[in-house]
């Protein structure tokens, strides 16, 4: 609690997403949790759904990047977090490379035919850590440099 504080009272949504940001902002950079991880690669499959436009997601970072692994679900109205953080620092703790699994969307839509309806979203993961500069057969493409 704030106190004095005159602040308009922010909406769920807002805080949500504010909330977000700071944790994003907080999270220690890549090359800091574990200095020999070049590149950590990820990649979400959302299960078909003739609404969604894309049903992969690919996301790549790199030392000097956040490493933050918290992505929002594939439909905009749709407030729900696929939280891999812990997955990837488990991979990054223990020097392994490669994660999958399958999780579910535990977020409410807004929108759609049933207003709140809890979402559901399949989805799959695959991560992986490239350790090695010199490995060869990663994924990882240089960082842009734009
Ligand atoms: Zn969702």
Redesign the pocket.
Known sequence: MIMGSRRKRPTPAESDSERQRVARMRAPLLRELQASATCVSVKLTFAVDTRLEQETRSFEIHPPARAYFVYP???GD???RHDLDVVVRGLLRTGATQASGALQ?????SGGVVQGAR???GLTYTISVQLDPSQTGTNCQPAATT
């Open positions: 679900c594939a439909f749709c407030n729900g969307c535990g977020g409410h839509r979402c559901g979203l």
